[in-house]
């Protein structure tokens, strides 16, 4: 499966952004999703999963309640809605695939898009 990300810019503090990520294949359900980001100078950190048929999801601490992973199977699109950004939030986010089930650890998706650059001005 290919994974192409989109919808990063420069927000002020206070503000919503949504990144999509679109991937190619017929075997979109069969894959969890993932989005990770890494900031500069940073591990790279798991920020939201979802299970393959979405009934199942999991948040890092620092953006629960502010972000909400989706995803449509039908247009093989999986989103990351972002709501009440801070200025911690500036990273470049990606988006993964496993066929695997539930995994925090990035070695276990095989799967990356290009990464799409968020900035949170304060």
């Known amino acids: 499966v290919q994974l192409q990300a989109s919808g990063g810019g420069l927000v002020q503090a206070g503000g919503s952004l949504r990144l999509s990520c679109a991937a190619s294949?017929?075997?979109?359900?069969?894959?969890?999703l993932a989005w990770f980001r890494q900031a500069p100078g940073q591990e790279r950190q798991l920020v939201a999963y979802i299970s393959r048929n979405g009934d199942g999801t999991y948040y890092t601490d620092s953006v629960k309640g502010r972000f909400t992973i989706s995803r449509d199977n039908a247009k093989n699109t999986v989103y990351l809605q972002m709501n009440s950004l801070k200025p911690e939030d500036t990273a470049v986010y990606y988006c993964a695939a496993t066929p695997r089930g539930w995994s925090s650890r990035g070695y276990d998706y095989g799967y990356w898009g290009q990464g799409t650059l968020v900035t949170v001005s304060s």
């Open positions: 294949g017929r075997t979109f359900s069969s894959y969890s």
